[in-house]
């Protein structure tokens, strides 16, 4: 599985928009790019997937370059609420793909402040 | 609807003793997996099942950690001759099938090995 890169830490203020942006620049032609995110004492949840160009969902958007070695996930005015450890993984998603694991690194851990 | 299930929440136990963590996955997610997760860290895959059988085993560290899902929905993983090494919170997914968009986790079990 392609490994990933994204800063240890953000800061950011409520009602700014953040962008985490990661690197992976072994990013193979099946893998698509997922985010999740991650609250203490809790599992990760699944925020959004994409393969290339924009995903936009009713909590983020994820933006991917043609060469797909990087992406960003841009959360719109964000809230204390959002203070979390954000994931990037890169891998296999499609239905039929044998393999089911994901690879999550240490993730970014996001502070927003008021 | 109901998520993903783990219990215990806690587990305290001493060094050497044996261990079972139990996961109830979402009704009908054929495909189960177990992560382990270590302070300051993201979770790190052990063990993915399709149905009753492991599909991949490989994140597994040794010989002391073992799982089954005999019947295809609950799953327990088995830790024999526990080592302080294996504290961690041990996160159990479910998702509707191998390689499928999104993985649900649970809460997590806390083991505490002393």
């Known amino acids: 599985l392609a490994k990933t890169t994204q800063p240890i830490s953000m800061d950011s203020y409520e009602g700014q928009e953040v962008n985490i942006t990661c690197s992976h620049n072994n990013i193979a032609t099946n893998d698509y790019i997922t985010w999740y995110q991650q609250f203490p004492s809790q599992g990760p949840r699944f925020i959004i997937q994409g393969y290339k160009t924009k995903v936009t969902n009713e909590v983020a958007s994820l933006f991917i370059p043609a060469d797909r070695k990087s992406s960003t996930l841009s959360l719109p005015r964000v809230s204390l609420s959002d203070t979390a450890v954000y994931y990037c993984l890169v891998g296999w998603a499609d239905r039929g793909s044998t393999l089911g694991r994901l690879y999550f690194g240490r993730g970014t851990q996001l502070t927003v402040w008021p | 609807g109901a998520g993903v299930s783990q219990t215990p929440s806690n587990k305290v136990t001493e060094k050497g003793k044996y261990v079972e963590l139990r996961c109830d996955p979402i009704?009908?997610?054929?495909?189960l997996y177990w992560y382990r997760q270590s302070l300051g860290q993201g979770p790190e895959f052990l063990i993915y099942?399709?149905?009753?059988?492991?599909?991949?085993d490989s994140g597994l560290p040794n010989d002391r950690f073992f799982a089954v899902r005999p019947e295809g929905s609950v799953s327990t993983l088995k830790i024999q001759r526990t080592e302080r090494g294996d504290s961690a919170v041990y996160l159990c997914a479910s998702s509707l099938g191998q390689g499928a968009r999104e993985q649900y986790f649970g809460p997590g079990t806390r083991l505490t090995v002393t």
């Open positions: 009704s009908g997610h054929t495909a």
């Open positions: 099942f399709q149905g009753t059988g492991a599909a991949d």
